[in-house]
């Protein structure tokens, strides 16, 4: 849901801010904390490096999967993707 990915990069550049907004819409984000606000390109840069990151880790969740199957080694950040 954008709102929760939105919330997600905000917290991510700085997790001490407070805002207001309707329905996840950047362009409606009302600083309520008085700091200096988040540029819109900003939020969406963060945006995008979060789902790219989650993407990597599905990926590599798979080639874990798939390695392990076949008894291949598997890369540091594969592994990470299962150890419980």
């Keep these: 849901m954008i ?5 997600d990069a905000i ?12 329905l996840g819409d950047i362009d409606s984000i009302k600083w309520v904390d008085g700091k200096a606000p ?4 900003d ?4 945006m995008a ?3 790219n990151a989650d993407a990597q880790k599905a990926t590599d969740k798979a080639n874990a999967k798939a390695k392990l199957i076949a008894g ?3 890369t540091e950040a ?4 299962i150890v419980l």
């Design 11 to 22: 917290r991510a550049i700085d997790n001490t801010r407070e805002y207001n907004c309707q």
């Design 3 to 7: 709102i929760n990915k939105m919330a």
């Design 72 to 74: 291949e080694a598997l």
């Design 49 to 51: 490096e979060l789902e």
């Design 38 to 41: 988040i540029s819109k390109s």
């Design 78 to 81: 594969e592994a990470d993707t």
């Design 43 to 46: 939020i969406e840069a963060k």
